[in-house]
Structures are given as structure tokens and as C-alpha cells.
């Protein structure tokens, strides 16, 4: 919910959600890739087929935002980042099979020799 919550004003472009991507210098475009990536991550902790891989994504999310909070912001928010980092990290590290086994299963599936 947490995530879900956070996902929805960048994606709507709150003022501070626009000024703090503002600040950061990347360009808004990382604003909805954030967004998204936030809410889809909210969404897969829900489907158990999918929480290791959102986990993961989570993870990332989170040592992105702890970094840019701690080296261009200078924010506070590095606070609940940083635990957040950790908690998904280990989710995803608890279901690495999980992630291994669908990783696989898309590799099976791919159409690699076309590409090739």
C-alpha cells in the first residue's frame, strides 16, 4: 500500500513530486519511470507468482532513492529508504528460486534464434 500510495503522485505530477525530480536533474521522464515501477512493484508483492521479482525491482527502487537522497537531496528520507532497501533485498534473496525458475522459463520461451 505504502508503495502504491507513493507511486500515485508522481504519476499524477504533484507540484513537490515535479520539484523534486526537478532537483534531482534527471529529467521528469524518471519521475514516471519511478511512479511506475513503484506501482507495479505494489502490485506484484500482492501476486505470489511475482513478489521475489518485485522485490527485487523494490530493491533497486530503494538503493536508487537512498543514494539521491543522501548525495543530491540531502534528505531525511534516507531514513525509511535505507530499511526499506534492506527488507526487500532480503525478500528477494529469500525467493531467489522463484526468480531463477521464471528467469529460466522466459529464457526457455524466448525467441532467441530469430534475433540471432
Not at 47 to 72: E, F, H, K, Q, Y
Not at 78 to 98: D, E, H, M
Request: hydrophobic share 60%; charged share 10%; glycine share 8%.
Amino acid at each position: 500500500m505504502f508503495f502504491a500510495l507513493a507511486a500515485l503522485p508522481k504519476l499524477a505530477g504533484a507540484h513537490y513530486a515535479v520539484t523534486m525530480f526537478g532537483q534531482i536533474g534527471a529529467g521528469q521522464w524518471l519521475r514516471y519511470l519511478v511512479g511506475t515501477a513503484e506501482l507495479a512493484g505494489a502490485a506484484g508483492l500482492l501476486i505470489p507468482r511475482l513478489a521475489g521479482l518485485a522485490a527485487a525491482g523494490l530493491a533497486a527502487d530503494m538503493a536508487g532513492a537512498s543514494i539521491i537522497n543522501a548525495t543530491v537531496l540531502h534528505s531525511a528520507a534516507i531514513a525509511i529508504t535505507v530499511p526499506l532497501c534492506a527488507a526487500f533485498t532480503l525478500i528477494a534473496i529469500s525467493r531467489r528460486a522463484q526468480i531463477r525458475n521464471m528467469a529460466a522459463a522466459i529464457m526457455r520461451r524466448w525467441p532467441w534464434e530469430r534475433i540471432v
